[in-house]
């Protein structure tokens, strides 16, 4: 491959879309599919095929407003259709050319405002499981840049100059990682694409994985040829079947087109990826645990140092980053690192993907550059809470992180932002609380997600977390005192302090954020054994036990 | 007008206990109930542990006599191995239960008794400890002091530790004795032997001055068992179950312990933690029977060392019959603390003592094993099931405070009709309700395996069982 | 290759110290007298830096570093004891003390066990946290041994001996977080087990009274991992 | 806490062992009593406990609800509350029974081999779903482990007690 | 002689054994296999069982105690065969927020199970899944697999009638 043959290929697809006047582009992605959006585009290209118009109708991957799905997207109008039947096929087909379907106006409003796609820049406009595609928007041109045009630091250079930090919640600048394993001598160096997606909900690595998995091979074909790897592996949830499904057709595919293999790209370079399973592990998210599990173990993790980068999959230079992360790669190989740091703020740069859920108008998945307010995307690209209801918080960062009170939603997204208000930038699930959510109840829901995620190595992940459930379980049935809520915050400190792995070490923030946000909540059930939101049953006759 | 009396905590007994008495019209008691209070459930929470681990748990039934369970439950583990222990292991655990029954016997006599017997069950209440007898009576309350360390000593040299020592384990016991420790011993002897001596006399020369309580002090026929080896004699680790009847007939010897089963049945009542065990022939309450040092003098054909043997029969001549005042149980004890004193004389001074062989070891034989011994205060049951691999599937604990139960259900009330009567209750009265109890020195920490201890409490009730006044002396 | 620049020079608690450039900061402190306490660590066994009680402060380091696990270097500033530090350990030893049920007085390993002595060096005379009281078997099917899961401090030290010194692998961890239990193949009772040598290792470095002989009960529970260092040097030694 | 002069002590539920253990300083508990009144314990016959006590020794674990009240009511006249003994500091043995919990005690106990079966409920306390530690319960000041501490743990405990001083036993006394 | 002890027969003549030989043929019968496998079996069979573990074990020469304990570490696989019918409801965050903790007791009420339980009959299987993903849909039931969003409380409960009144 080289880059005639690649601007060919590019170049006859778009030969192909000409022979159309449209394209009616159905999403694929699992939330759409599983609303039969397959037999929907099935309904419309026979629709289409019977009234003569010529009109493709396309698989595509997600297009991110999924609660209004299943999702339309017709061109060139570039009109979106929402909550679409097999029954409305007639009538979007009937409509191509001239006034949209106005019963199907998603309302999606200002939802893409302000949106920038860089790592979803092609959903919506690609078939996933269409390789050529992905290349006639510009794919592998990266790839074929880097192995033609570049040296190995040269590459690292770029990703460093770009600002790149690693997506998947740590925020480590994924240039100097990168560096890191490039010089460690080694005979034998992997990359591990972490889709391990963590945040229970957040969907970001799943959409990406299901709507463009080319992106994150060929990000991963960067990487290995920037720091000297021939072999990389995928490590994807087995609750992803879809994402599954589709990476295994893309790997197939980035081979036959000689993406991957030896001599990629006629070149000395020889890299494969092979695919693992998770098997229902979060602490598997954690670098030194994916390596375990990956070599068919318990995903137990150990301590670091030593570094993946030194010694991780077989005790060999390993270089881990996540989707997301390996999906921005391809962007900035082709249009330079200094492209990619013009977004963002000083120390974030870029663009980052949220799946925006919870008590919100407009949920789905969301792109927006570094910087951009909280208010910005929870009330204008997600319309703000619905039912008239108050917002009250919004969490993100998952079990790792916090919730932000109102007081915070002006605050300006990044890494360090988030941080210094008590949460984190986790791998992007951003959920909206309104005044319907005790967040007593929110922190023990994360910390009982926690107690059952830990692996059991350390006992102040094991244990602490444990007690700190009980604890918090304790204030929700208004049995609780001040000395429980102190010893429920030294808890906090030394499980913080002392566990193994991130896990346990990030466990006690969602309380830590709530206490310092919500406090007053605590107190009502100590003190006043009342729940402000109304959905602890405290008993009433709970004895104070302690003086 | 009808009332309740309730004496909570009773106090200088070992447990938690309390006592409720019921006064009609006329101020005359009408009931009388003890009531343990509390319940621990070794019974239940012992299952699945392993059976050898047993000894060292049921110790903890209780801190005052640990070394009978320790024996008793080291016996059940025993029969499970279905092994015959050395002889010297079996007698050092007989050292150490005898030694046990002096410390136990002491509290219960100087510690626990003597400020009544010193005193008079009418002296002032805060006048009525150990702390004012070491004070008031110097040499009395160093004799108490003195025969309880005397007996602790010889437990902490033997086992290593006074009171939950390990030291006795299935198949024998852990560490052999040595001829320092044993010399020690020896040398503590003399000693203790007089002390016991002077107590008797004061003792029996004060007799007299309670003969209105020993009318009382649960005075009536009750069958009595107790262990004795094959002649017939006073036994506290080994030997055969005897009972008698009040008129000192045998109505059963030669009981083989391990079938208690057959021959002793447990009763609840509502009032109480602690079971009522009876002798299954006569039924329940009909088998009410005593154990402890009264049923064990009682029994016997007497003991087997010289100055004890004198004592006895000096205490068995005050009567043809058996001696039914519970009152005697404190004379009993002190003859009982001379005979183990000369007893573990003669068993330390066979050579055989200090052999280094002192533990037989198997696996599982039986699956289910009956130990028994002599506990200060009567006859102690330990019976366990076990699987093939060792844990407890069931175990059962007949504790020698609770065969005591009725008996002392009756004495309270037969002692509280005596004295307790009329508007003003003195102090006086309701201390010697206690002291009925005391004299039977239940252990109520052990009586409810189950276990309760003893504080106890009055509660004056009226006929319909309301609580009218509820009685804490102080 | 001359020894020279093997050797680094650090400061623990203030005072100077020299260690070789292989040794842990661990292996350095015990070499010079500063006790640090341990779990899981066992002269002779593989280092798993779980049980967190000899974490110390590394000036410089943004986190607290277990000891056991962290390479001395040049420069080092290891503070082993401070209010805070003591204050952790004592915490991470409530926990352990609250998530099982260690009756102490009544164990087979009363007097001899690592988790009580534990208990007296940090002065944790009770337990803060609430005990959990969870139901856990006991195996006593293997003809010596037993197992008692109430006991079990989960440090791996059965596993790794069994893996790295016996070779059988017969012990494992399954399950996970709080529900994580020591195993024995495929959590078969011990006593049917097909890879067991009965060699009896895995009761010696038991630090607690989980893993013990049967015979070993009352109060003569003694355990012996002296051993271990010189096996594994014995084995080391023999390979090719 | 200088003139620590009134000393009560109570057992909760236990094995009576720490008591036994308090008797065990033999003579050190004469010496030792001219410098402060035993004003409540199981051995001597006050039946309230008095308004005001300077150090009680508290054995046992709290599993009834008379056990309950009385810690209570304990802590509320006591200026030093001293837990001695596991049974007081963990639960011990008196919690062995919280890992399966009381309601299969009762039944075992008083349903099972006996005559007239029933659950005995006049005049006794109810027992505690869960056997706690008395510090679970109240605050306590001192903590003194052991099964039972020694003698010579409790003289120095009291001893310094008396002299004035908060006993420390870190690194002295363990549990068991 | 071979250096190792043979791989053990296959335990049954039951065609899904080859898709089990398959995968770990495909990894060389690689030690790192084993989730691998262990995911085939868990796909054939619905569950693995001891012969199932043993098996896998001794073909990759894993030893039992770790075997077991990959398969009791990941929740995703299952020691007990799964009933006719599967209810999973996914109680990720957003689907808390939205009262997936509603749909969970709902679900316990109408079988008579726990989560992790299957009903006496063998009809149905409850369980719980922390994310599948649709999160902007939440809150989220698979039955069967199948995906189904927004769900609420009756609707939930009319399925799991459809499946228990058959």
Redesign the interface.
């Known amino acids: 491959m080289n880059t005639e043959e690649l601007q060919q290929i590019a170049a006859g697809g778009q030969e192909e879309r000409d022979k159309f006047d449209y394209e009616v582009n159905v999403c694929m992605g699992t939330s759409c599919l599983s609303q039969h959006s397959d037999r929907i585009r099935d309904a419309i290209a026979k629709e289409a095929e019977a009234c003569g118009k010529k009109c493709q109708v396309r698989r595509t991957g997600c297009m991110g407003p999924c609660a209004a799905g299943p999702m339309i997207l017709v061109e060139p109008a570039g009109k979106l259709y929402g909550h679409v039947r097999e029954g409305d096929a007639k009538d979007i087909v009937e409509a191509l050319g001239g006034e949209p379907v106005a019963r199907l106006d998603p309302e999606l409003g200002s939802y893409f405002e302000g949106q920038n796609f860089v790592v979803l820049e092609n959903v919506g406009h690609i078939d996933p499981e269409k390789i050529d595609e992905y290349i006639a928007r510009g794919g592998y041109q990266a790839l074929l840049k880097a192995l033609t045009e570049m040296n190995p630091a040269s590459v690292i250079e770029q990703i460093s100059k770009s600002g790149l930090r690693g997506r998947g919640g740590g925020g480590y600048p994924t240039g100097l990682k990168w560096d890191t394993v490039a010089k460690v001598k080694g005979a034998q160096k992997y990359v591990i694409c972490n889709g391990d997606e963590g945040d229970p909900g957040a969907f970001m690595d799943r959409s990406v994985l299901e709507s463009d998995p080319q992106r994150v091979i060929e990000g991963m074909a960067i990487a290995a040829y920037a720091i000297g790897a021939s072999k990389g592996y995928i490590y994807v949830r087995a609750e992803y079947p879809l994402a599954v499904q589709r990476l295994t057709m893309a790997l197939r595919e980035a081979r036959r087109r000689g993406f991957l293999g030896n001599s990629i790209c006629e070149t000395q370079f020889n890299f494969d990826i092979d695919i693992r399973l998770g098997a229902g592990a979060f602490v598997c998210g954690e670098e030194t645990a994916l390596i375990a599990s990956i070599e068919g173990k318990r995903g137990t993790p150990r301590p670091r140092p030593p570094y993946p980068a030194v010694s991780g999959l077989w005790a060999d230079p390993t270089l881990i980053n996540n989707v997301e992360t390996f999906a921005n790669v391809p962007p900035i190989i082709r249009h330079g690192g200094e492209w990619f740091s013009s977004m963002g703020t000083a120390r974030s740069k870029g663009t980052k993907v949220f799946a925006l859920t919870g008590k919100i108008q407009r949920t789905g998945l969301v792109e927006v550059p570094m910087g951009m307010t909280l208010r910005q995307i929870i009330f204008g690209i997600g319309g703000g809470v619905p039912d008239g209801r108050k917002f009250k918080a919004v969490q993100t960062g998952g079990p790792s992180g916090g919730c932000m009170p109102e007081e915070h939603l002006d605050l300006s997204i990044s890494y360090d932002a988030l941080i210094s208000a008590g949460s984190m930038m986790g791998s992007g699930g951003m959920i909206v609380m309104d005044d319907t959510s005790c967040m007593v109840s929110v922190a023990r829901f994360f910390m009982e997600f926690c107690m059952t995620e830990s692996c059991g190595k350390c006992v102040p992940c094991r244990a602490g977390t444990v007690q700190m459930f009980e604890l918090l379980t304790k204030i929700t049935k208004g049995e609780a005192t001040h000395r429980d809520l102190d010893r429920l915050t030294e808890l906090c400190e030394v499980v913080g302090a002392t566990s193994l792995c991130g896990l346990g070490q990030t466990a006690p923030n969602p309380v830590l954020s709530t206490l310092r946000y919500f406090k007053h909540e605590y107190l009502a059930h100590i003190d006043e054994k009342r729940c402000p939101a109304g959905v602890c049953e405290l008993s009433p006759a709970a004895v104070e036990v302690h003086a | 007008m009808p009332r309740t009396i309730v004496i909570d905590p009773v106090t200088r007994l070992e447990g938690h206990g309390k006592i409720t008495l019921q006064l009609d019209e006329a101020g005359i008691v009408q009931d009388a109930t003890f009531h343990v209070t509390q319940l621990r459930g070794f019974e239940k929470f012992c299952e699945g542990r392993p059976f050898y681990e047993m000894p060292n748990i049921t110790a903890r039934i209780c801190g005052i006599c640990p070394v009978s369970h320790l024996v008793a439950s080291s016996k059940a583990c025993d029969a499970i191995l279905a092994v015959k222990i050395p002889p010297v292991a079996a007698n050092l655990r007989r050292i150490m239960n005898l030694a046990q029954l002096i410390q136990s016997h002491a509290l219960s006599f100087f510690y626990l008794s003597s400020p009544d017997l010193l005193l008079g069950m009418d002296a002032p209440p805060e006048e009525r400890s150990i702390l004012h007898i070491a004070h008031s009576h110097p040499s009395i309350g160093a004799d108490g002091i003195g025969l309880r360390q005397f007996g602790q000593r010889i437990i902490e040299m033997l086992a290593g530790k006074r009171i939950h020592p390990g030291w006795s384990v299935p198949g024998g016991v852990n560490e052999p004795l040595s001829a320092e420790k044993r010399d020690q011993i020896l040398g503590m002897i003399p000693a203790a032997k007089d002390a016991i001596q002077r107590t008797l006399g004061w003792f029996k020369s004060s007799i007299e001055k309670f003969s209105a309580e020993i009318e009382v002090f649960a005075n009536f026929p009750t069958l009595f068992m107790g262990l004795v080896d094959e002649r017939g004699l006073a036994e506290y680790y080994d030997g055969a179950l005897r009972f008698i009847d009040s008129e000192g007939n045998i109505i059963a010897g030669e009981l083989n312990p391990a079938h208690y089963a057959e021959f002793i049945g447990e009763a609840v009542e509502p009032y109480t933690y602690m079971k009522f065990p009876y002798y299954k022939p006569l039924g329940y309450p009909g088998g009410t029977y005593r154990v402890g040092p009264l049923a064990r003098l009682n029994l016997a054909d007497r003991c087997d060392t010289p100055l004890a043997d004198v004592e006895w029969r000096e205490f068995r001549a005050m009567s043809a019959k058996p001696l039914l005042s519970s009152f005697h149980y404190h004379y009993a004890r002190l003859i009982e603390m001379l005979h183990a004193t000369e007893k573990i004389e003669s068993l330390l001074a066979d050579k055989a003592i200090l052999d280094k062989h002192v533990r037989a070891t198997a696996s599982v034989n039986n699956l289910e094993g009956v130990g028994v011994a002599e506990a200060p205060r009567g006859t102690l049951i330990h019976h366990y099931k076990v699987d093939e691999n060792g844990l407890i599937t069931w175990a059962n604990l007949v504790i020698a405070t609770g065969h005591n139960n009725a008996a002392m259900n009756r004495g309270i009330l037969q002692t509280a009709r005596h004295y307790v009567q009329g508007e003003h209750i003195a102090e006086g009265m309701l201390n010697r309700v206690e002291a009925v109890v005391r004299t039977f020195d239940p252990c109520l920490s052990c009586s409810t395996h189950a276990m309760g201890r003893m504080p106890l409490a009055i509660e004056l009730r009226a006929p319909d069982g309301s609580l009218v006044r509820e009685i804490r002396r102080g | 290759m001359s020894a020279e620049p093997n050797v680094r020079t650090l400061t623990i608690n203030g005072e100077e110290i020299s260690a070789r450039s292989d040794q842990s900061i661990l292996e350095a402190a015990r070499e010079h007298n500063v006790e640090i306490p341990t779990l899981c660590h066992l002269e002779g066994l593989s280092?798993?830096?779980?049980?967190?009680l000899c974490?110390v402060e590394v000036k410089g380091a943004r986190?607290?570093l277990?000891a056991c696990?962290?390479q001395v270097a040049e420069g080092m500033e290891v503070t082993t004891h401070s209010p805070k530090i003591d204050?952790?350990r004592t915490?991470?030893l409530e926990?352990?003390?609250?998530?099982r049920?260690?009756?102490?007085?009544?164990?087979?390993a009363?007097?001899n066990?690592e988790l009580?002595?534990l208990?007296?060096?940090l002065?944790m005379?009770?337990?803060?946290?609430?005990?959990?009281?969870?139901?856990l078997?006991?195996?006593?099917?293997h003809?010596r041994f037993?197992v008692?899961h109430?006991r079990c401090?989960?440090c791996t030290r059965c596993?790794r001996v069994c893996?790295e010194i016996e070779g059988a692998?017969?012990?494992?961890?399954?399950?996970?977080?709080?529900?994580?239990l020591v195993?024995?193949?495929?959590?078969q009772?011990w006593?049917d087990s097909?890879?067991c040598t009965s060699c009896g290792k895995c009761v010696q470095v038991c630090p607690t009274g989980a893993l013990f002989e049967?015979?070993s009960?009352?109060?003569?529970t003694r355990k012996h991992p002296e051993f271990l260092p010189y096996l594994r040097i014995m084995r080391e030694g023999e390979q090719p | 806490m200088s003139d620590l002069k009134t000393l009560a002590t109570v057992w909760l539920d236990g094995c009576s062992g720490c008591h036994m253990s308090l008797l065990d300083m033999d003579e050190r508990l004469v010496e030792l009593s001219s410098q402060f009144t035993l004003v409540y314990s199981p051995l001597v016959d006050r039946k309230t406990f008095p308004d005001r006590v300077d150090v009680t020794l508290v054995e046992g674990a709290v599993a009834s609800e008379d056990d309950l009240k009385k810690i209570r009511k304990i802590r509320e006249h006591t200026r030093v509350l001293v837990s001695l003994g596991d049974c007081a500091l963990t639960g011990n043995v008196s919690a062995m029974r919280n890992m399966c919990g009381v309601q299969p005690v009762m039944l075992r106990v008083y349903e099972q081999n006996v005559v007239q079966p029933q659950v005995p409920t006049v005049g006794v306390p109810a027992l505690l779903n869960r056997v706690r530690p008395v510090h679970e319960v109240v605050p306590v000041d001192v903590f003194v482990p052991g099964c039972p501490p020694s003698a010579d743990t409790i003289y120095q405990v009291l001893s310094e007690l008396l002299a004035g001083k908060v006993p420390t036993l870190e690194g002295v006394a363990h549990f068991g | 002689m071979p250096l190792y002890a043979e791989r053990p027969p296959l335990p049954s003549d039951d065609k899904r054994w080859r898709i089990v030989n398959g995968t770990m043929r495909k990894h060389g019968f690689s030690r790192n296999a084993l989730i691998e496998t262990l995911h085939t079996v868990q796909s054939s069979f619905g569950f693995l069982d001891e012969p199932a573990i043993k098996f896998v074990a001794q073909s990759l020469r894993v030893p039992l105690s770790q075997a077991y304990g990959v398969v009791t570490f990941y929740h995703f696989f299952s020691l007990k065969p799964p009933g006719k019918h599967t209810c999973t409801i996914c109680t990720g965050t957003a689907c808390y927020i939205k009262g997936s903790e509603k749909l969970v007791v709902e679900a316990e009420k109408q079988l008579h199970v726990r989560v992790g339980e299957t009903t006496a009959d063998g009809e149905v299987s409850l369980g719980t899944v922390r994310c599948v993903g649709d999160c902007g849909r939440a809150p989220v039931v698979l039955f069967d697999g199948e995906l189904s969003a927004q769900m609420k409380a009756p609707q939930l409960a009319q399925q799991l009638e459809r499946w228990t009144m058959q």
């Open positions: 280092e798993v830096g779980a049980c967190r974490l986190r607290l277990p696990v962290t204050r952790y915490m991470i926990m352990y003390f609250a998530e049920n260690h009756v102490c007085s009544v164990c087979v009363n007097g066990c009580q002595d208990s007296l060096k002065g005379t009770h337990v803060e946290i609430p005990y959990q009281y969870p139901q078997p006991v195996d006593a099917s003809p037993t008692d109430n401090v989960l596993v893996s692998n017969t012990w494992g961890v399954m399950g996970r977080g709080a529900q994580s195993i024995t193949d495929l959590k009772p006593g097909e890879t049967k015979t009960v009352g109060n003569k």
